[in-house]
């Protein structure tokens, strides 16, 4: 809120009949079961307003005093893109071939991921989630923000959650270290860079891993 006084308004949302409620839940579940990352993207250009609508929806995010602590950079240029590529491409060489350590290496393993990174080139878009680590005022000054990795990752997962309802694959990606993206896309110094998704269609010979998720009886706890 940066010093402005609280206000309330009414909140009196209409109440979903049970059965309504049920079903919808029911429905999202089963849509978002099917959701995967997605490394193999189609190079099929993606109408731009979906992506903003994913967007707009990802900052509705609650997040700590109501700060906001988030920016997303969309990426449609493709020499800009490339550019992240290479970048990308430099530092996770570096990674795999030791910085991240074997322990890393060994559970990314399984997922037949490596430094190479075509999804940031062919995806049609890329979206870049910067946290805001605080708030710089129109005169200069600085505020501190809070609960700013909490907020963005909240923020991310409703990214992520839009974009497969709209029809879309996207990629978590969090190349290390990330200073590039501030430096390439000529971010300010009080944002850090948090993810790389790319968005778009699945390739036709897309495949993802023959993965298991855990059960609802393994994920809860009932007390």
């Not at 949302?13 to 309504?20: F, G, K, S, T």
């Not at 993810?195 to 706890?221: C, F, H, N, T």
Request: net charge negative; hydrophobic share 40%; aromatic share 8%.
């Amino acid at each position: 809120m940066h010093g402005r006084d609280y206000a309330g308004v009414p909140y009196r949302p209409a109440r979903m009949p049970v059965e309504q409620s049920l079903a919808t839940a029911a429905r999202l579940r089963e849509q978002m079961w099917q959701r995967r990352t997605v490394r193999a993207f189609s190079t099929d250009p993606v109408p731009e307003q979906l992506v903003l609508d994913a967007i707009s929806v990802a900052s509705t995010a609650p997040s700590g005093a109501h700060q906001q602590p988030w920016t997303f950079v969309l990426v449609s240029d493709p020499q800009v893109r490339a550019h992240i590529r290479e970048a990308a491409e430099a530092e996770e060489h570096e990674a795999y071939a030791g910085r991240l350590g074997e322990q890393w290496l060994s559970a990314l393993r399984p997922l037949g991921t490596d430094e190479h990174k075509p999804h940031l080139t062919d995806a049609p878009h890329l979206v870049v989630v910067f946290e805001q680590r605080y708030f710089l005022g129109p005169d200069g000054s600085s505020h501190k923000h809070y609960y700013v990795n909490e907020s963005v990752g909240i923020a991310v997962g409703m990214l992520l959650t839009a974009l497969h309802l709209s029809g879309l694959a996207a990629l978590t990606h969090t190349p290390s270290p990330m200073r590039f993206l501030s430096e390439v896309l000529n971010r300010p110094h009080n944002e850090k860079a948090f993810a790389v998704i790319p968005i778009g269609y699945p390739a036709p010979d897309a495949e993802v891993p023959d993965l298991v998720r855990k059960s609802l009886d393994q994920v809860l706890v009932r007390v």
